[in-house]
């Protein structure tokens, strides 16, 4: 069983920062990473993601606060969150994808508390 291992949230207060990180085992090859968020009451939603050769992307409401990057020697993936509003409180999942011959395979991390006071 891959596990994705997550690190980096807490409590902050509206306009501050935090960074998560999420590791994923180095001997798989790994495709895109990316950072998904469940508020209560709401559907998951992808927050950011970036592909193995750096290409971005981003959900409108993060976009020019959020900042998503990886380090492929180390399969690690971090998400740099600046301006946190309580709109911005949720349970963060890291996900990561592998490409097989019998198509993809989409890994989870266990979540990581962010929320941001008013």
């Known amino acids: 069983q891959v596990q994705l291992v997550e690190s980096g949230g807490g409590l902050v207060q509206n306009g501050g920062s935090l960074r998560l990180s999420c590791a994923a085992p180095?001997?798989?090859?790994?495709?895109?990473m990316g950072w998904y968020r469940q508020a209560p009451g709401k559907q998951r939603e992808l927050v950011a993601s970036?592909?193995?050769?750096?290409?971005?992307n981003y959900a409108d409401s993060v976009k020019d606060r959020f900042t998503i990057s990886r380090d492929n020697a180390k399969n690690t993936v971090y998400l740099q969150m600046n301006s946190l509003k309580p709109e911005d409180t949720a349970v963060y999942y890291c996900?990561?994808?592998?490409?097989?011959?019998?198509?993809?395979?989409?890994?989870w991390g266990q979540g990581t508390q962010v929320t941001v006071s008013s």
């Open positions: 180095i001997s798989i090859s790994i495709n895109t």
């Open positions: 996900n990561a994808d592998r490409r097989t011959v019998r198509g993809r395979i989409d890994y």
């Open positions: 970036i592909t193995s050769g750096g290409s971005t």
